[in-house]
């Protein structure tokens, strides 16, 4: 599954350094330089789990809403470039070093997406701007993202508890809750 709106939301706003960022999807028109560009080049690879509860966090009603769900994985290609080769390679530096330090910023529980690592940064061969008649200085990194996919349990937990003993049924449920029921016999 792919990532929520919000969620690639999230990673983008917190990327590093304060230079322009576009996504690969939307060139129209050349960027300024330098910059980076990103793109996701792989989402929806189930890692852990599958169904099954996710977190439980207590209501305002002092009751717990769980989700139910799983852990996917994306990967986040980030290309600088630049018209300096010094100048991509000290962007890429910077950037690493930021992705290293503080992890996009992005907390698990909080944010329903964290960097698991740097998979690779690596200098990309120069190509030719046409449109500035330069030569075009890229550098990669790729990082990978973990993130969850889940959904609010809808279903109430169980609530209730009733007890047949020979004859004698006691059985107390709360409204509009699940109940379960136990039978003893000889």
């Given at each position: 599954m792919t990532l929520s709106i919000q969620q690639k939301?999230?990673?983008?706003?917190?990327?590093?350094?304060?230079?322009?960022?576009?996504?690969f999807n939307q060139y129209v028109n050349f960027p300024a330089i330098p910059c980076v560009v990103f793109s996701l080049i792989s989402e929806g690879a189930r890692t852990h789990y599958f169904r099954d509860l996710i977190r439980s966090r207590r209501n305002a009603g002092f009751e717990y809403d769980d989700w139910i769900g799983h852990i996917s994985r994306a990967t986040l290609s980030l290309t600088i470039l630049s018209f300096d080769p010094l100048e991509s390679r000290e962007?890429?530096?910077?950037?690493?070093?930021?992705?290293?330090?503080?992890?996009?910023?992005?907390v698990k529980p909080d944010d329903g997406i964290w960097m698991t690592r740097v998979l690779r940064s690596a200098e990309l061969p120069a190509i030719?701007?046409?449109?500035?008649?330069?030569?075009?200085?890229?550098?990669?990194?790729?990082?990978?993202?973990?993130?969850?996919?889940?959904?609010?349990?809808?279903?109430?937990?169980?609530?209730?508890?009733?007890?047949?003993?020979?004859?004698?049924?006691?059985?107390?449920?709360?409204p509009g809750c699940y109940g379960a029921s136990i039978v003893i016999k000889k």
């Open positions: 939301q999230k990673v983008i706003t917190r990327l590093p350094l304060s230079i322009p960022k576009t996504e962007l890429a530096h910077q950037m690493e070093l930021e992705l290293w330090q503080n992890r996009l910023g992005l030719r701007s046409e449109l500035h008649k330069k030569l075009l200085h890229r550098w990669n990194i790729d990082i990978e993202l973990e993130y969850e996919v889940s959904w609010k349990l809808i279903a109430p937990t169980i609530k209730a508890f009733g007890v047949d003993v020979d004859g004698l049924k006691l059985e107390l449920t709360a």
